[in-house]
């Protein structure tokens, strides 16, 4: 399951796009900036855009985060989640799963498609 932090849903969409600067691929969801960062990385890059926000795709806002093509693997494992962070502010701001699961090696590089985090319109 998605999730995105009480700063985000406080601040708004601009968050991701203002002080998102890193993102890492993980072996499970991390609830904490330390697990996206630590605990549970398999990889990261801070090579990163996100979009302004803009209309979502059903209803509500969205941003997306661009495709990653030149990610760096760190650990060998299975990734399953990636997660956003702000580092400056060592800040978890939203996690998700991947579309699939990636097996990495240490040394090699990871890509990722481009990522759409949407907040909808209320019920």
Known sequence: MATLADRVYDNGLTVLDTEANRVDICSQEPATYAAATSTYTLGN???ISISAPTD???????????A????????????????ITDTSNSRLLATGSLSSSQ????????????????IPDPA
């Open 45 to 47: 890059t801070t090579s």
């Open 56 to 66: 979502g795709d059903t209803s509500g806002r969205k941003v997306t985060l661009s």
């Open 68 to 83: 990653i093509s030149n990610g760096s693997v760190t650990a060998t494992g299975t990734a399953t989640h990636y997660a």
């Open 103 to 118: 097996s990495v090696t240490s040394g090699n590089t990871f890509s990722l498609t481009a990522v759409d985090i949407e």
